[in-house]
Nanobody, 125 residues
Framework: QVQLVESGGGSVQTGGSLRLSCGAS???????MAWFRQAPGKEREVIAT????????YYADSVKGRFTISQENGKNTVYLQMNSLKPEDTAMYYC???????????????????WGQGTQVTVSS
């Protein structure tokens, strides 16, 4: 079992920045970490993934160039640095994890079996 705890959400104005953190209860090899978000009335969507050994990353087109996913060496924490925030980034953000057999992280919600409780991000115009 892996417990995930997110923090760092909040309210900012357009163009502002926030950094989300996701702490995992223990380290495991071959683990993918991902950030998803869900806006009211919309489906949960993946926005970034990172493989903790290969360090390969993926970004959704909607956040590419603005958001950066990273992990701290030797620690079980993954970050999502969000810059140039827009009102359409307003959503509940979730951290997720899964242990996989390859190097490519999945991008669908049902591929992930560990989830955090979510943290709200609100961007005002």
């Amino acid at each position: 079992q892996v417990q995930l705890v997110e923090s760092g959400g909040g309210s900012v104005q357009t163009g502002g920045s926030l950094r989300l953190s996701c702490g995992a209860s223990r380290y495991t090899y071959n683990r993918c970490m991902a950030w998803f978000r869900q806006a009211p009335g919309k489906e949960r969507e993946v926005i970034a993934t990172i493989h903790n050994d290969a360090r390969t990353t993926y970004y959704a087109d909607s956040v590419k160039g603005r958001f950066t996913i990273s992990q701290e060496n030797g620690k079980n924490t993954v970050y999502l640095q969000m810059n140039s925030l827009k009102p359409e980034d307003t959503a509940m953000y979730y951290c997720a994890a899964v242990i996989i057999g390859g190097w490519s992280c999945p991008r669908r919600t049902y591929d992930y079996n560990y989830w955090g409780q979510g943290t709200q991000v609100t961007v005002s115009s």
